[in-house]
């Protein structure tokens, strides 16, 4: 079991290690250092990188619908299939029958209710059917990044930034403890696949030796814990901007943040930058390598992408149709593909890995949901510690592997056919060449 001045490592300073050095600090621990590749935080690998995240407590599980107690639109539109709909209808019950939700929520049956609480639609809104839940609605997820990374600093916690000093590229293991306690990495090179975790090696050739390492890798957990890839696939969804001027977007100012579950969803424009973002809903792209495993394709969409697959931009250019028509044939900016990491059935992972001694922590599977759980996701890391184990069965380490099958579809909010990264690629040099 940890002690308060343990040495601890955590990898990643996405929404989940951030909210995990606040929680392991405000509970006493004072030997905390966050690796993290990106220059600054808020780290563009992170799924959080981004103006806004959804914050809501629907979901078709109840345990889910407590644990995100915190204006939100729901719909579908009248071409939409029956899956999308049986899902918002799930999703629906599972807040109406909840006491501190019910009475927020009202149900949607038409165009005419729709625009009573978004006057700014002006389109067709045909077939539009679903519910407004008053106490749900977004956060803004950069900002939210940057505050808890400044006040866990401010407080003690060590980060150390940057592609070579920060990015973890080997995990270290030994059954030596004298290469445990060692402070300058001397030990063998050689690291077993079992046995007590030690530390990280980064880019720089560094060791950076831990009491306890805790990866919060996101989508690129497998890449430094290959048998973490076995149950968790790296999947991204696409994300888009359309520029407003400063009338546009305080005409937009406080609609509710509206998701269409057949074609996307959509957040009131950023104040700032007044860009106002949307999503579309799918099942999204893995990248599967040789070995079975899916990560990010590191080059092969070298930044700026400024590029979505062309049936999400027809999902949301219908959806502008049917919502805000001034804006359907507007050019889209910022265009990039955000990553998480993906479970077959959308449960986390908080647990120690098996046979480490209770010297390494995964933390794994956000599945595109893991956001809204930041203010309490490092409070279950300290638990598991206080705990010694993981009681939550949902949420242990995972002994199947599931490489090689297609389950993307299988997840009730999930529309459509999942697809290849090098399928989007393909895709992209058509259009490139077409243009010529």
Known sequence: MARKDSSILILGAGAW?????????????????VLERAEKVPSRYSAGWDLNKIVRAEYED???TDLALTGYVVATTGRAPQKAIDHMEHALSSISSHPSFAPEIRRLNGPKDFRDHTWQYTGPLTGFRGYFNRIAGYAHSAD????????????????ILGETAGKVVEMLYAYDAAFASSSTGSGPQTVNAKGRCVGVKTADGERHLADLTICALGAYGASVMPSLGRFVVARCWSVAHVQLTEVESDYLRGIPTTNVRDLGFFFEPDPKTRLFKLCPLGTGYTNTTADRVSLPPGDQ???????????DERKLRQL???TFPWMAERAFVEQKLCWFADTADSEFCIDFVPE????????????????????SF??????LLDHGRQNLARWQWRHTDSRGQDWGTNVSWRIGTSREIRDLIDDKAKVIKARL
């Not at 490092?378 to 638990?383: A, C, L, M, S, T």
């Open 62 to 64: 109840p345990f889910y």
């Open 17 to 33: 290690g951030l909210s995990t050095a606040l929680h392991l600090i405000n509970s006493g621990y004072n030997n905390i250092t």
């Open 144 to 159: 939210a990044l940057r505050g808890i990374w400044e006040h866990c600093a401010q407080r003690g916690v060590k980060f």
């Open 301 to 311: 969409l070298p930044p700026p992408q400024d590029y979505i697959p062309l049936e």
């Open 378 to 383: 490092g409070k279950w890391v300290v638990d």
């Open 320 to 322: 502008l149709r049917e």
């Open 356 to 375: 480490t001694n209770q010297s390494l922590i995964v933390l794994s599977g956000d599945s595109g949901h893991g956001f809204k759980m930041m203010p």
